[in-house]
């Protein structure tokens, strides 16, 4: 079975460019969440979706952030205006919903460069 | 609040010694995950504990969680090489809606 899959692996760009993350979370699962990981802030939840509804975006660091569940096999995390700060790992990760044992499947993340 | 902390947050041993991360809440866990990333991977899931007192065994890992359901340790025996990662307690969120809060992370590196 394919798991969560994100594009683009690596991401390279100059600052005050837009950076568009996507992921295809795994069939059949409900939830879909995205995360950031530095070295500072540890891996931080940034919003997460059920049945591509956003539930929690308080952990979206500003207005320069924002994602979107079109439908249940696509989700995309945008960045604009990009700021050298925003350089981070970010994953994706999806869970079914199956009640509060659930585990979350991440997918192998983005790594985002801003110069 | 509904912050889990974990210790240490790094640790070094010599391939063969023991290693043990502990997780502490201040309030009462449903449940307790835990997570292993290696470098340069992603989170993976490892185990999740739900009754109290509870022990599970994986190989050399061992997991428990506590009796009042507010702490959980993983101990792994003998160390090797491929146990190198950053291990992650995660605890549900109040709402209890699939959101997952995880802890800093223990890094462990182990010298060969």
């Known amino acids: 079975d394919a798991g969560v899959i994100q594009s683009p692996r690596h991401e390279v760009t100059e600052m005050g460019q837009e950076v568009t993350l996507r992921c295809k979370p795994i069939?059949?699962?409900?939830?879909l969440f995205w995360y950031r990981q530095t070295m500072m802030r540890g891996l931080e939840l940034l919003i997460y979706?059920?049945?591509?509804?956003?539930?929690?975006d308080s952990g979206m660091p500003e207005d320069r952030f924002s994602a979107k569940m079109p439908n249940a096999s696509f989700s995309t995390l945008k960045i604009q205006p990009s700021e050298p700060r925003d350089s981070a790992v970010y994953f994706c990760a999806s869970s079914p919903d199956r009640g509060p044992t659930d585990t979350q499947y991440f997918g192998p993340g983005t790594r985002l460069t801003v110069l | 609040g509904q912050q889990v902390m974990q210790i240490p947050q790094y640790q070094h041993v010599q391939e063969g010694e023991d290693f043990t991360t502990y997780c502490n809440s201040s309030?009462?866990?449903?449940?307790i995950q835990w997570y292993k990333q290696r470098p340069g991977g992603h989170p993976v899931f490892l185990i999740q504990l739900v009754k109290s007192g509870e022990v599970k065994k994986q190989k050399r890992l061992t997991f428990q969680f506590g009796e009042a359901k507010k702490n959980s340790s993983l101990h792994i025996t003998a160390t090797q090489t491929t146990d190198v990662g950053t291990y992650f307690c995660?605890?549900?969120?109040?709402?209890?809606?699939?959101?997952?809060?995880f802890g800093q992370g223990t890094t462990l590196q182990v010298k060969p």
């Open positions: 309030t009462t866990l449903s449940n």
């Open positions: 069939s059949g699962h409900d939830y």
């Open positions: 995660a605890r549900r969120g109040s709402s209890n809606t699939g959101k997952l809060i």
């Open positions: 979706f059920n049945n591509n509804v956003p539930i929690d």
